[in-house]
């Protein structure tokens, strides 16, 4: 199977950076069947939304509230994703999730939180 463990959430003032992490582990050919990466978010008493995605051909998404704030990257080699956050607002307070889809199947992390201060 396959393992995405989220790190890098915490606490920032409004204006401030964070760097998201999702490692990957576990079968590797499996890992290499993923061919979609993205980051969600759920704040409270909200739907789990995307907020970026990034494919096997390096092909990027943003939602439109993150957009030229957020910059998803990936790191083949050590079978990481990033997701860079700059100009953090208020309203990027949530949990934060890795996902993984291949042709069949979603694997997720198990989240990290993000709150922003105003």
């Known amino acids: 199977q396959v393992q995405l463990v989220e790190s890098g959430g915490g606490v920032v003032q409004a204006g401030g950076s964070l760097r998201l992490s999702c490692k990957a582990s576990?079968?590797?050919?499996?890992?290499?069947?993923?061919?979609?990466w993205g980051w969600y978010r759920q704040a409270p008493g909200m739907q789990r939304e995307l907020v970026a995605s990034?494919?096997?051909?390096?092909?990027?998404d943003y939602a439109d509230s993150v957009k030229g704030r957020f910059t998803i990257s990936r790191d083949n080699a050590r079978y990481t994703v990033y997701l860079q956050m700059n100009s953090l607002k208020p309203d990027d307070t949530a949990v934060y999730y890795c996902?993984?889809?291949?042709?069949?199947?979603?694997?997720w992390g198990q989240g990290t939180q993000v709150t922003v201060s105003s």
């Open positions: 996902n993984g889809r291949t042709n069949f199947l979603d694997y």
């Open positions: 990034i494919t096997v051909g390096e092909g990027t």
């Open positions: 576990g079968v590797i050919f499996r890992i290499n069947n993923i061919n979609t």
